[in-house]
């Protein structure tokens, strides 16, 4: 779903919004009028007394200002009864007007600036939460709950560098392609290493920080992508939610593939895999993967066209270290 189709959406939801509003609204008027007969009657006297003003505006140019004094006594009057008459009963304005889900929009969207109003930006980032599929695991991993601490500081000769300075370099590269994101020369990403070092961490890292700037992050692991993609393509029961994945898969801003390698690898899936990666691509959409593969066993996996586009158009970022267990040690 493009961003557009995610606004148009939210508007529609402003929109029952209001149609809710308004119909709460006249019930309770209608439920005030049945109680105190006399103030339908006052409101409709002093409409009529409204279109009458006009009507002397037009009708008698020439006693113009006398008609309208001698009106706008009368209304001064009726409007006197109706707060005494309010007042008796306990009422006031309020208790006419709609109850608006945002009082500074009214339930629009749109402040009378012209400017989207603040609850709309919040709706705009509330909608991407709920496509990502990541929505309640990114309130602890983010970039503010990552902790270096729990990285070695003993260098891995064959790295030449220790696990924590491995990782300080890979939370600089993911910051700067959230920073960067927008560029459309900033390649996309393909995090690599054994289980438990922390790629589907920075991920999520990755997630929230693009979905608190309204961005449309879709995450799917390989073999659910490939599950969808298979439901698809050979007519299988799939949900209508599953439907709209699918598109969502190509327009989102940021897709992410994690656990790439777990799904069964033949033909069909290599094709599928390739659909995706070239029209992201061409597209200029960002995509993230994750995999626990080396580079080597990439390209022994996935044929040619994949890997031209992995190696072209991918900054390969390595994991190292031992097994962090990220979940069992709670915040990193």
């Known amino acids: 779903m493009r961003r557009s189709a995610v606004v148009q959406e939210i508007m529609k939801d402003y929109e029952k919004k209001r149609r809710m509003a308004q119909r709460r609204r006249e019930e309770k008027v209608q439920a005030i009028y049945e109680m105190v007969p006399e103030l339908e009657a006052l409101e409709s006297q002093m409409t009529r007394q409204g279109l009458a003003i006009s009507r002397a505006l037009l009708s008698d140019p020439q006693n113009q200002q006398r008609l309208i004094h001698q009106l706008e006594q009368e209304m001064n009057r ?21 109850h608006w889900s945002c009082a500074h929009c009214q339930d629009r969207g749109i ?47 064959e790295e030449g560098l220790s696990p924590r300075d491995n990782m300080l370099q890979v939370l600089q590269e993911c910051e700067g392609f959230v920073f960067n994101f927008d560029e459309p020369n900033e390649k ?15 991920a999520n890292c990755i997630a929230k920080a693009l979905l608190d700037r309204e961005k449309v992050v879709i995450y ?35 897709l992410i593939i994690d656990d790439l390698g777990t799904e069964l690898t033949n033909t069909f899936t290599n094709g599928q895999l390739f659909q995706i990666i070239n029209t992201r691509h061409l597209e200029g959409k960002k995509t993230l993967i994750s995999t626990n593969l080396p580079p080597g066993e990439l390209m022994v996996r996935y044929d040619d066209r994949i890997c031209s586009r992995l190696f072209a158009y991918y900054s390969f970022v390595k994991f190292f270290g031992k097994d962090i267990r990220w979940e069992g040690r709670g915040a990193v």
């Open 78 to 98: 009726l409007q006197e009864r109706r707060s005494a008459l309010m007042n008796s009963h306990h009422l006031t304005e309020a208790d006419f007007q709609p």
């Open 111 to 157: 402040l009378k600036s012209g400017k989207h109003c603040s609850c709309f930006k919040q709706q705009l980032i509330n909608q991407a939460y709920q496509m990502s599929n990541l929505a309640g695991i990114l309130a602890k991993e983010n970039f503010k709950t990552f902790r270096i601490d729990l990285f070695s500081e003993k260098e891995i000769p």
């Open 188 to 202: 996309n990403l393909l995090f690599y290493g054994p289980t438990g070092l922390g790629k589907t961490f920075m």
């Open 220 to 254: 799917q692991t390989a073999i659910k992508l490939i599950h969808l993609l298979e439901n698809h393509q050979f007519g299988r029961e799939g949900t209508p939610q599953d439907s709209q994945v699918l598109t969502r898969l190509f327009d989102c801003d940021l």
